[in-house]
């Protein structure tokens, strides 16, 4: 039954993508009409959000661009949210039949493995040692990580980091990164970005690293404060991640991510979170392409 299951949404998923190359209206994820996914077998994760109404996603609260709850507002917004919504309308022909769950670096697994939430969605790079705890999705971004420094800081890149203070985030590749990349540094690590951007204001570090879109998000909220240096010195494929042994939720979330990058909705959340110009293709479905 699981088999058949997924023969059949395999089909659908290449209907839409042809349709889509060949310039029609897909019958595409996102455009399901308000009917949704037929019931997946029972016993399955995703018959159990379906039979529950709602899919649960963990998602960052406080990146800007991609995982952000704007104060203003009091709503989440950001790329990984625009996606999250997409896998919801195409599961229950609802954008809004998603909850949202603030996951940091140091729980997003714990919180797939212990059933928290259905799908992380939260600037999740892929990479070996992570696939051998839960499965991920193609690739829906790649990243590069990078330094934030002061304006005024003369930091302009990994050389000048000896001695000096950096941040980072527990449980992050971007610890990892930067205890190789640079050994000389003293890095302090925090819970959430936003801490540590708030300890650099404060005088208690010199700089901050991860990913560069994670760095410009602060950027484009005070672009008289902070900036961003030092290139690319490494490249982060962000995918979705799932709990392992769930290949009929894992299929849909690949079925709307692929849908996404083929009928411009990529492009079109790119352009609203990240940039309006200069917009890239998306990145390539497999990661260790991504990579190159």
Same mark, same amino acid.
Do not use: H
């Given at each position: 039954?699981?088999?058949?299951?997924?023969?059949? +949404?395999?089909? /659908? @998923?290449?209907?839409?993508?042809? @349709?889509?190359?060949?310039?029609?209206?897909?019958?595409?994820?996102?455009?399901?009409?308000?009917?949704?996914?037929?019931?997946?077998?029972?016993?399955? /994760?995703?018959?159990?959000?379906?039979?529950?109404?709602?899919?649960?996603?963990?998602?960052?609260?406080?990146?800007?661009?991609?995982?952000?709850?704007?104060?203003? @507002?009091?709503?989440?917004?950001?790329?990984?949210?625009?996606?999250?919504?997409?896998?919801?309308?195409?599961?229950?022909?609802?954008?809004?039949?998603?909850?949202?769950?603030?996951? *940091?670096?140091?729980?997003?697994?714990?919180?797939?493995?212990?059933?928290?939430?259905?799908?992380? +969605?939260?600037?999740?790079?892929?990479?070996?040692?992570?696939?051998?705890? *839960?499965?991920?999705?193609?690739?829906?971004?790649?990243?590069?990580?990078? +330094?934030?420094?002061?304006?005024?800081?003369?930091?302009?890149?990994?050389?000048?980091?000896?001695?000096?203070?950096?941040?980072?985030?527990?449980?992050?590749?971007?610890?990892?990164?930067?205890?190789?990349?640079?050994?000389?540094?003293?890095?302090? +690590?925090?819970?959430?970005?936003?801490?540590?951007?708030?300890?650099?204001?404060?005088?208690?570090?010199?700089?901050? @690293?991860?990913?560069?879109?994670?760095?410009?998000?602060?950027?484009?909220?005070?672009?008289?404060?902070?900036?961003?240096?030092?290139?690319?010195?490494?490249?982060?494929?962000?995918?979705?991640?799932?709990?392992?042994?769930?290949?009929?939720?894992?299929?849909?979330?690949?079925?709307? *991510?692929?849908?996404?990058?083929?009928?411009?909705?990529?492009?079109?959340?790119?352009?609203?979170?990240?940039?309006?110009?200069?917009?890239?293709?998306?990145?390539?479905?497999?990661?260790?392409?991504?990579?190159?």
């Amino acid at each position: 039954m699981r088999l058949f299951w997924l023969r059949s +949404l395999a089909l /659908l @998923t290449l209907i839409a993508l042809v @349709t889509s190359a060949c310039g029609g209206a897909p019958a595409a994820p996102g455009t399901t009409g308000g009917k949704g996914l037929p019931k997946a077998p029972e016993g399955t /994760l995703l018959r159990k959000i379906q039979d529950r109404g709602k899919i649960i996603i963990g998602v960052k609260y406080d990146i800007p661009t991609f995982g952000y709850l704007n104060p203003k @507002t009091n709503q989440l917004e950001g790329f990984d949210v625009e996606i999250g919504r997409a896998i919801a309308e195409y599961i229950f022909g609802d954008r809004n039949a998603v909850e949202f769950k603030e996951a *940091i670096s140091k729980n997003r697994i714990p919180y797939l493995q212990d059933g928290t939430v259905d799908v992380i +969605l939260s600037t999740m790079t892929i990479n070996e040692e992570r696939l051998q705890q *839960i499965d991920f999705s193609v690739v829906y971004y790649v990243a590069g990580q990078s +330094l934030l420094v002061p304006k005024n800081s003369p930091i302009k890149g990994l050389a000048d980091l000896k001695g000096k203070k950096v941040g980072t985030v527990k449980g992050s590749t971007s610890e990892k990164n930067i205890r190789q990349k640079a050994p000389e540094a003293e890095v302090s +690590l925090f819970d959430k970005y936003a801490d540590a951007v708030a300890a650099m204001e404060a005088g208690q570090v010199d700089a901050v @690293t991860t990913d560069d879109i994670i760095l410009y998000g602060f950027v484009r909220q005070e672009p008289d404060k902070w900036q961003v240096v030092g290139g690319q010195f490494t490249k982060e494929p962000y995918g979705a991640g799932v709990a392992k042994g769930n290949p009929e939720l894992l299929e849909v979330v690949n079925t709307v *991510i692929k849908a996404m990058k083929a009928d411009g909705r990529w492009k079109q959340i790119y352009q609203t979170w990240i940039s309006k110009d200069n917009v890239p293709e998306p990145p390539p479905d497999d990661w260790r392409a991504a990579m190159q």
